[in-house]
């Protein structure tokens, strides 16, 4: 069952398969719904399987092989200095003495702070400035000539960083500052900890938790990734109860 459903994950995902009609489509469900002693067909038993477990795949975004040639340099400008001293060690107020400093080499920049929420079974982002929420959005995610973006989510830094990332949402955001360089706009990237006192940093952190109580956005794709996850614990879930 697990195996066959993060394989239509990981076949949604990927249209230009030789598979993904065979498994996404009804493909000759009639002939064999009336034979009942043959095995069935791939797209029949996912369609069991998917009933047995009440699970519905939200929309997936589709894969690709990633927007640079592995010869071609993909730069971000990112400032990690931050993530080199020891939160458990260093006091708030160095933090945010790093902080404004960081901020006064910035001082030309638009600044916008995004954070994350999660809690058992809700998840949702925010991006915010001082003065406003730009963007806030329960999960199944206008800048000038300078922007930078503060963010206390070191993983997902890194990950945009990493330019042979095969997440499709890091691989979308790579397509994106692509697009935006070849506009001769800057986009800058800074780590900031968390919980420290940073204003910008705890209004996203607010404003991500007021996410949560959002409906989901019906428009909202999902990577296979992460419906495989869905899958895993849907799984986990109905063996605990049995």
Same mark, same amino acid.
Not at 82 to 99: G, K, V
Not at 147 to 164: C, E, M, P, R
Not at 191 to 208: F, R, S
């Given at each position: 069952?697990?195996?066959?459903?993060?394989?239509?994950?990981?076949? =949604?995902?990927?249209? @230009?398969? *030789?598979?993904?009609?065979? +498994? #996404?489509?009804?493909? &000759?469900?009639?002939?064999f719904?009336?034979k009942?002693?043959?095995?069935?067909?791939?797209?029949?038993?996912?369609?069991?399987?998917?009933?047995?477990?009440?699970?519905?795949?939200?929309?997936?975004a589709?894969? =690709?092989?990633?927007? @640079?040639? *592995?010869?071609?340099?993909? +730069? #971000?400008?990112?400032? &990690?200095?931050?993530?080199?001293?020891?939160?458990?060690t260093?006091?708030?107020?160095?933090?945010?003495t790093?902080?404004?400093?960081?901020?006064?080499?910035?001082?030309?920049?638009?600044?916008?702070?995004?954070?994350?929420?999660?809690t058992?079974?809700?998840?949702?982002?925010?991006?915010?400035?001082?003065?406003n929420?730009?963007?806030?959005?329960?999960?199944?995610?206008?800048?000038?000539i300078?922007?930078?973006?503060?963010?206390?989510?070191?993983?997902?830094?890194?990950?945009?960083?990493?330019?042979?990332?095969?997440?499709?949402?890091?691989?979308?955001?790579?397509?994106?500052?692509?697009?935006?360089?070849a506009?001769?706009i800057?986009?800058?990237?800074?780590?900031?900890?968390?919980?420290?006192g940073i204003v910008?940093?705890?209004?996203a952190?607010?404003?991500?938790?007021?996410?949560?109580?959002?409906?989901?956005?019906?428009?909202?794709?999902?990577?296979?990734?992460?419906?495989?996850?869905?899958?895993?614990?849907?799984?986990?879930?109905?063996?605990?109860?049995?």
């Amino acid at each position: 069952m697990e195996l066959c459903l993060k394989y239509l994950a990981t076949i =949604s995902a990927t249209p @230009s398969n *030789p598979a993904y009609q065979q +498994t #996404t489509k009804d493909f &000759l469900t009639e002939i064999f719904r009336h034979k009942p002693r043959l095995p069935k067909p791939l797209w029949m038993r996912i369609q069991h399987y998917k009933e047995a477990l009440d699970i519905n795949f939200p929309p997936i975004a589709l894969r =690709s092989l990633g927007q @640079s040639p *592995p010869w071609q340099e993909f +730069t #971000t400008n990112m400032d &990690l200095s931050m993530s080199e001293h020891n939160r458990p060690t260093t006091l708030p107020s160095t933090f945010r003495t790093l902080f404004l400093a960081i901020q006064e080499k910035y001082n030309n920049y638009d600044e916008y702070y995004t954070d994350g929420s999660v809690t058992t079974n809700h998840s949702g982002f925010a991006v915010v400035t001082y003065t406003n929420t730009v963007n806030s959005s329960r999960m199944h995610n206008m800048c000038s000539i300078w922007t930078v973006i503060y963010s206390d989510s070191l993983s997902a830094l890194l990950a945009i960083k990493n330019q042979f990332n095969v997440h499709p949402l890091i691989q979308h955001i790579h397509k994106l500052l692509e697009e935006i360089a070849a506009l001769d706009i800057i986009i800058s990237f800074v780590w900031v900890p968390a919980h420290q006192g940073i204003v910008g940093n705890e209004l996203a952190d607010k404003a991500a938790k007021e996410a949560i109580t959002q409906e989901i956005a019906p428009n909202l794709i999902t990577a296979h990734l992460d419906v495989k996850k869905l899958i895993k614990t849907k799984i986990k879930s109905q063996w605990n109860h049995q």
